[in-house]
């Protein structure tokens, strides 16, 4: 009996272990604006010259303090809600990355400008605190990412700048020009950095330190991480010395319940050997990277993707990976994904799918204003009737008319999660929503397109199911606890009790035998 309790024991213990996954959601275009994730925030931007609204930064400059508060208030409100939370968490979603950016706390440019008393994102930390509370209230674990700073980590608008875009009128040129100049002035020609910016970095840091000290007794913080996507051009020692310095502050403040996290830098193998010194508090530390196929040339066939996605590992390494970002996208036609009115060089590679433009019936003046740009050097913008380009349907991209979209994207999704889930720490979906039609960058969106649990009117029943499930794991797993004890304690006693019997009473090898056995 004892044998089949410890098998028991072990086997549960196992799925425990199983369950600790990281199953996450990235609150994407929520804090840190991205125009490709809500289009309606940049249409006031179409057909406009000289200065282009295409990130916070310039959102915050072109608008000015006050009506850009408003805006962004107004967004901050709206785009995620209680109710989604719940529906994420009863679809087996156990966390939230929030990416935010550093003008939060530190406000710098037009962040730090003044308009009767009110400054671009007043508000946002605030709003931050009351997801926090959210997250608590619905045992959901949230984890920050520092998704921009000063100067840029990588030149992208998900960093809050697009750094060196340069405009003549109506026409703008940003990917062949693009710096990232976080670290210091970046030499385009030889791509290396000339100088460092220390005041920029020692921002960085302050910001990080802000952070650390001011999150890390919130019941719902799972852990930080670090800097997002800092591109492959920022000096590897300078980078690894980064991390270390906020690696000290975090391991001073935080408890070892908390996870630190950083990102590959688009540089797997430089982390090979890499590890972090004074680690006295044994934190859980990850590396961050992002498996995307949505630039990826064009797979033969269906079967092909999913064997890829079946096959995926991760590098060899110190410490585990967890995949902060992926999505179901195969293509790049999402419209502005790659900047507003803009696209990288030489893409899309395909025919894009278009639908009508998200929220068109709310901005038709602004939307027929895009005939007059700006336009980038890229193309993906909207066209006549108020089409926009969306991603490609699997079904559509590989002509199979005779499989179900929802089949498809539950095939690949499986392939994908299965292979990060066998491979890292987990995996974290990009996004939770988009203002788009398409699922391939919308778990909501796929989990309405994929399941018939998606109804809003079941979450209370299921979270209350959730709660059961827990309070009943911790019941048997309790139980057999108990039971191995009391059984050891029986073993124990019983084997002393023979031990006891033997001292006071001779009796035969033979007889011997039979009393134990008898007793046993």
Same mark, same amino acid.
């Given at each position: 009996m004892l044998i089949y309790i410890f098998i028991y024991f @072990?086997? @549960?213990m196992s799925s425990l272990v199983n369950g600790d996954k990281i199953r996450g959601i990235n609150i994407g275009g929520w804090l840190v604006l991205e125009p490709w994730i809500t289009p309606s925030l940049f249409y006031q931007f179409l057909g406009s010259?000289?200065? *282009?609204?295409?990130?916070? /930064?310039? @959102?915050?400059d072109i608008l000015g303090p006050k009506e850009a508060n408003r805006q962004l208030k107004k967004h901050w409100e709206t785009w995620i809600s209680e109710q989604e939370i719940q529906l994420l968490i009863s679809n087996n979603i156990n966390l939230l990355r929030i990416p935010i950016g550093d003008w939060m706390y530190l406000p710098y440019g037009p962040f730090a400008k003044t308009e009767d008393g009110v400054q671009c994102t007043d508000g946002a930390i605030e709003m931050l605190d009351t997801l926090f509370l959210l997250a608590e209230k619905h045992n959901i674990k949230i984890l920050l990412d520092l998704h921009g700073v000063k100067g840029s980590q990588n030149g992208f608008d998900n960093s809050g700048e697009s750094? #060196?875009?340069i405009i003549d009128k109506n026409k703008f040129t940003h990917w062949e020009t693009r710096e990232a100049n976080w670290v210091g002035e970046f030499n385009s020609e030889?791509?290396? /950095? *000339? &100088?460092?910016?220390?005041? &920029? *970095?020692?921002?960085s840091k302050d910001v990080l330190y802000i952070i650390i000290n001011k999150y890390y007794n919130y019941p719902a913080l799972y852990g930080l991480n670090i800097l997002n996507e800092p591109w492959e051009f920022t000096p590897e020692i300078f980078l690894k010395e980064f991390y270390q310095d906020i690696f000290n502050a975090f391991v001073k403040v935080m408890s070892n319940d908390k996870v630190f996290i950083i990102h590959d830098s688009f540089r797997s193998d430089i982390w090979r050997n890499f590890e972090f010194i004074d680690n006295t508090k044994n934190i859980t530390i990850l590396i961050d990277t992002h498996q995307y196929t949505a630039w990826n040339s064009k797979y033969e066939s269906f079967e092909t993707l999913v064997d890829s996605a079946t096959k995926w590992q991760s590098p060899p390494i110190k410490y585990k990976y967890v995949i902060g970002e992926w999505s179901l996208a195969i293509d790049n036609c999402e419209m502005w994904l790659n900047g507003f009115m803009d696209n990288v060089p030489n893409y899309p590679l395909f025919e894009c799918t278009y639908a009508k433009c998200? #929220?068109?019936?709310?901005?038709k003046s602004d939307l027929?204003?895009? #005939?007059?740009?700006p336009f980038g050097t890229g193309v993906s913008y909207p066209i006549e009737d108020y089409q926009c380009p969306v991603s490609i349907s699997l079904q559509n991209h590989f002509n199979l008319p005779t499989r179900l979209e929802k089949s498809l994207a539950k095939d690949l999704f499986e392939a994908k999660a299965g292979a990060f889930e066998k491979e890292t720490a987990g995996w974290i979906f990009w996004n939770f929503k988009t203002e788009s039609s398409s699922y391939q960058w919308d778990y909501l969106s796929y989990i309405k397109l994929t399941t018939t649990n998606n109804n809003i009117n079941n979450i209370n029943k299921t979270l209350y199911n959730d709660y059961y499930d827990n309070v009943k794991n911790n019941f048997i797993l309790t139980f057999v606890i108990i039971l191995m004890i009391c059984s050891i304690t029986y073993l124990y006693r019983h084997l002393q009790n023979l031990y006891n019997r033997r001292d006071y009473h001779v009796i035969s090898d033979k007889d011997f035998d039979k009393e134990v056995l008898f007793s046993i």
């Open positions: @072990f086997l @549960f010259q000289n200065k *282009i609204g295409m990130d916070m /930064y310039s @959102f915050c750094r #060196k875009v030889t791509k290396e /950095y *000339i &100088s460092f910016d220390n005041d &920029s *970095i020692q921002h998200p #929220k068109y019936n709310l901005f027929l204003r895009s #005939k007059y740009g």
